[in-house]
């Protein structure tokens, strides 16, 4: 269903603020992403840019305010992009796993 997909999709946008398309993750493991991405926005900007998207050739990692954009106009949003093959991303307590068995 198209028409619920969207409402869904915007939905986790705006209220939620984080979504994963087409994956076979264990519920725990989309559960421990979604409290990583909190723990990470909250906190300083000097660290959040530690991973600024731009020193990646993949342009996976943080976006601060201001720097994104859609159809030329400049989002009032900071975001951080993550892929779990690229097996970098760390959690708080800067663990990571290449495997696949743990992605945070």
Not at 64 to 71: D, L
Request: with cysteine; aromatic share 12%; charged share 25%.
């Amino acid at each position: 269903n198209p028409t619920l997909f969207s409402k869904q999709l915007v939905k986790a946008c705006h209220e939620i603020g984080f979504f994963l398309l087409e994956h076979d993750l264990p519920n725990s493991i989309c559960e421990r992403a979604l409290s990583e991405t909190r723990l990470f926005f909250q906190k300083p900007l000097e660290q959040k840019m530690s991973i600024y998207y731009g020193h990646e050739p993949s342009f996976r990692g943080y976006m601060p305010m201001g720097v994104e954009n859609t159809e030329g106009k400049t989002d009032g949003r900071e975001q951080i992009e993550y892929a779990a093959e690229y097996g970098k991303w760390k959690n708080s307590s800067g663990r990571c796993n290449r495997n696949g068995e743990e992605h945070f």
